[in-house]
């Protein structure tokens, strides 16, 4: 099977190696960003989005989140 937002193999549920990571890495992130700001989960979707330090795969994964 094809990942959801590339053409690569998935490795675990929908994503590739590369999603998955980005994907795992957004909810790490939650996890510290709750503690520090008390951010809902869209909010902290929208403000990572925007950062121009937030990696490609990271913003597709984002992307697929929200739709």
Not at 10 to 30: M, N, P, Q, S, T
Not at 53 to 64: D, H, N, Q, S, Y
Request: hydrophobic share 40%; with cysteine; glycine share 2%.
């Amino acid at each position: 099977m094809k990942c959801k937002l590339c053409e690569r193999e998935i490795i675990e549920k929908e994503f590739c190696l590369f999603h998955r990571y980005a994907y795992d890495k957004i909810k790490k992130g939650y996890v510290i960003w709750v503690e520090a700001l008390d951010i809902n989960w869209k909010d902290y979707l929208n403000e990572i989005e925007k950062n121009s330090l937030t990696g490609r795969w990271a913003k597709e994964v984002i992307k697929f989140i929200k739709e």
